[in-house]
């Protein structure tokens, strides 16, 4: 049972424009959310992260919004760079308990 | 500052052969992790070091798969013996942190297993 989703496996976007990473979860009671960037070969590494207390959370050109009452969670970047290239994968927890989506591959084209 | 290093990089194995995973935390990080990646999927827990304590190992399949982490520095994670649906990334995470947490943890770049 995937407790948390990314339903486009892949986002192509020209540079300087803004790409937007969409993340689904069904557990309302996580109280925490990330975003990891993982480029081929190498593990994630930790993005951006949000609690269930907020709605917004901006670092640089990224910027996370939660939406609790569609259970949605959306990165955007802004204005996306080719180094931007990577597999994304969100991820939700709550107390010992975490999970992370399927990954979207962005494509950031020159 | 050094990262979490594994090793292999990249292994293939027949089936019903054993494999074993090596990683060394970075330095200082009281907490190690384990995952399971597979293709197309986000990364699966395995199990979760405290020191030289596993506190949660709730997710290895405990029949084929065993881990240690003696001195609560390096540690390994074993299959034996394998089969065709272990094939897949194997992830070792640290954290300077107890207790579980998202936030503050550090990966390495995985081994890649095939098994044939």
């Known amino acids: 049972d995937q407790q948390v989703k990314q339903n486009s496996p892949s986002l192509s976007v020209q540079e300087g424009r803004i790409s937007i990473l969409n993340c689904d979860y069904t557990?309302?009671?996580?109280?925490?959310f990330l975003w990891y960037k993982k480029y081929p070969a190498e593990g994630p590494t930790f993005l951006i992260s949000?609690?269930?207390?907020?709605d917004k959370n901006e670092d640089g050109r990224f910027t996370v919004f939660l939406n609790k009452s569609a259970k949605h969670l959306s990165l955007h970047i802004v204005p996306s760079q080719p180094g931007d290239s990577a597999v994304y994968f969100c991820?939700?927890?709550?107390?010992?308990?975490?999970?992370f989506g399927t990954g979207t591959s962005l494509t950031v084209i020159p | 500052e050094a990262g979490v290093v594994q090793s292999p990089r990249y292994k293939i194995i027949e089936k019903k052969q054993p494999v074993a995973f090596w990683c060394n935390p970075i330095?200082?990080?009281?907490?190690l992790y384990w995952y399971r990646q597979n293709l197309g999927q986000g990364p699966e827990l395995l199990i979760r070091?405290?020191?030289?304590?596993?506190?949660?190992d709730s997710q290895l399949p405990k029949d084929r798969f065993s881990a240690e982490r003696l001195k609560g520095v390096d540690s390994t994670l074993k299959i034996q013996p394998a089969e065709l649906g272990d094939s897949a990334v194997y992830l070792c995470?640290?954290?300077?942190?107890?207790?579980?947490?998202?936030?503050?943890?550090?990966f390495g770049p995985g081994t890649r297993l095939t098994v044939t």
């Open positions: 995470a640290s954290s300077p942190y107890l207790g579980t947490s998202l936030l503050e943890q550090y």
């Open positions: 557990n309302s009671m996580f109280d925490y």
């Open positions: 949000i609690s269930s207390i907020k």
């Open positions: 991820a939700a927890g709550i107390g010992n308990q975490f999970y």
């Open positions: 330095s200082g990080h009281n907490t």
């Open positions: 070091y405290e020191n030289e304590e596993a506190v949660d």
